[in-house]
């Protein structure tokens, strides 16, 4: 149990100290108006209050992520309280804050944007259809799940509530930012948290202790922690699903010292939710033995649903349902609003992004597919998911390395995360099964080889920028 306060004295920690060190390295001004006064087009941009903005965020990065992820990512052991902490601290909490303030600082541009605009067009080009893929997969399952609940729960058939659960996808998608999220994510929010606090409480007073960090406990199972836990647990550590969500946000701020709270405030809620989901996941089974049978039987719904019910009655019961229905449709909505806006941006060239129709075909376009997905199993696309999602991580800490280096600002406190992640989905993508599936040996050795090929060349780049800035200083003396 003192591991697990620990790790949330670190985690707040984390907040009050390094989030400033990240604002500092940025540089806000809030003297600049924001996008959201001088585009405001009643639609995407529009000015709302830091706490909405941060309720919107959580829900956006949040959903279910840290609540499946943390409980699959408890098979690791107390190892995952580490990853948790400083993933968020020092990985997560930056990437989130360059893409939301990366936005801001360039009209509320989409993740692809952002990237073509510091790692060149090619990056540009494949992280948009990256970032699209990406979304109509997360929207196509956080219509099925829920839709599947509200099947066994009330008389709707399955295509009757996934019809429903669309039609809401697509309204939220089209609609004024304020006119639905603004208004219904603030409650949603409020259950997200809730439930975190009360199965804390739960855990802390039911008697079985919590697992501390030793040498003997620090993994019991067999699978290796280099990579997959790093993608495992994503949500609360790290993802790059974050960075396509963080510019819906970044077009509603009233000024930029609301994005230290905003982003890395968010990202370290969401830490805390994923650190009480993974301590849950470790003691109520009594161990990892027994979560893992757990996980067998009812996958990470059930365990949720199990831990809920019982250490929380029918209070608890209550929350699970919502959670299951309610935190996938905050994840999917948003999913589908943000490729729809990813979509639009790429074909500004040729059309007007903000009028009313192209909205709504782009919109009804991307929901096709999202639809068609949701109605079948594809599971085996799913699979492919993790590994893409940290690959938008990783490329999201490289663009805001570029942006550093270009400013002539403390460029390591984005490079080390960037390096720490190119290593893992260099090697994951050589191990895993939807991978290379080659020995762990090898796969450890060809990702080293590849993350030192990319680590030599930023410290070319570190090299050319610091030349550069010493030439011109010489000019201008």
């Given amino acids: 149990m003192v591991t697990f306060f620990a790790s949330l004295i670190v985690l707040f920690a984390g907040y009050a100290i390094y989030s400033k060190v990240v604002e500092k390295a940025f540089g806000v001004n809030d003297a600049r108006e924001t996008p959201a006064y001088t585009v405001n087009d009643g639609m995407d941009y529009v000015p709302m209050s830091w706490w909405k903005g941060w309720l919107i965020q959580l829900l956006n990065i949040?959903?279910?992520?840290?609540?499946?992820?943390?409980?699959?990512?408890a098979l690791y052991g107390p190892v995952a309280f580490i990853w948790i902490v400083f993933g968020c601290i020092f990985a997560g909490g930056v990437h989130d804050y360059f893409s939301g303030m990366l936005s801001l600082k360039h009209g509320g541009a989409q993740f692809p944007t952002i990237v073509g605009k510091y790692l060149g067009g090619f990056a540009k080009k494949a992280i948009t259809i990256i970032s699209i893929v990406l979304m109509i997969l997360v929207a196509a399952a956080f219509t099925a799940g829920p839709a599947q609940l509200i099947a066994q729960i009330t008389p709707l058939s399955f295509?009757?509530?996934?019809?429903?659960?669309?039609?809401?996808?697509?309204?939220?998608?089209?609609?004024?930012?304020?006119?639905?999220?603004?208004?219904?994510?603030?409650?949603?929010?409020?259950?997200?948290?809730?439930?975190?606090?009360?199965?804390?409480?739960?855990?802390?007073?039911?008697?079985?202790?919590?697992?501390?960090?030793?040498?003997?406990?620090l993994h019991p199972g067999d699978l290796p922690i280099w990579p997959l836990l790093m993608v495992t647990i994503s949500c609360g550590a790290i993802s790059g699903f974050h960075s396509t969500q963080s510019p819906i946000v970044s077009r509603t701020m009233k000024k930029e010292s609301e994005g230290r709270k905003i982003f890395y405030g968010a990202m370290i809620a969401e830490g805390v939710i994923a650190l009480i989901w993974a301590a849950a996941g470790m003691t109520f089974f009594g161990g990892t033995d027994g979560l893992q049978a757990a996980l067998a039987a009812g996958g990470p719904a059930g365990?949720?649903?199990?831990?809920?019910?019982?250490?929380?009655?029918?209070?608890?019961?209550?929350?699970?349902?919502?959670?299951?229905?309610?935190?996938?449709?905050?994840?999917?909505?948003?999913?589908?609003?943000s490729s729809r806006m990813i979509a639009t941006e790429s074909i500004s060239k040729w059309v007007n992004p903000d009028n009313k129709i192209i909205v709504l075909g782009t919109t009804i376009?991307?929901?096709?597919?999202?639809?068609?997905?949701?109605?079948?199993?594809?599971?085996?696309?799913?699979?492919?998911?993790?590994?893409?999602?940290?690959?938008s991580a990783t490329i999201m800490l490289w663009t805001a390395v570029s942006f550093l280096l270009k400013a002539g600002k403390s460029h390591y406190i984005a490079g080390l995360p960037a390096l720490f992640m190119t290593g893992v989905v260099c090697t994951y993508i050589f191990y895993a099964p939807e991978g290379f599936n080659m020995d762990?040996?090898?796969?450890?050795?060809?990702?080293?080889?590849?993350?030192?090929g990319v680590a030599g060349f930023y410290v070319r780049q570190v090299i050319r920028h610091k030349h550069a800035a010493t030439k011109q200083d010489f000019l201008e003396s």
């Fill in 303 to 337: 365990v949720v649903n199990e831990i809920s019910t019982t250490l929380l009655g029918t209070v608890g019961g209550i929350l699970a349902i919502l959670a299951v229905i309610i935190l996938p449709i905050t994840t999917g909505d948003t999913a589908l609003r």
């Fill in 440 to 452: 762990y040996t090898v796969s450890l050795i060809l990702g080293a080889i590849l993350t030192a």
């Fill in 62 to 73: 949040a959903g279910l992520g840290p609540v499946f992820g943390a409980v699959a990512g």
């Fill in 365 to 391: 376009a991307l929901g096709v597919p999202v639809f068609l997905l949701s109605t079948i199993d594809y599971t085996f696309l799913w699979r492919y998911v993790g590994w893409t999602n940290q690959l």
């Fill in 159 to 217: 295509i009757a509530a996934l019809i429903l659960v669309f039609a809401y996808f697509i309204l939220a998608a089209i609609l004024p930012i304020n006119k639905i999220i603004g208004k219904i994510y603030p409650i949603f929010g409020a259950i997200l948290i809730f439930m975190a606090v009360a199965i804390a409480v739960a855990l802390v007073f039911g008697g079985q202790p919590i697992p501390n960090l030793t040498i003997e406990n």
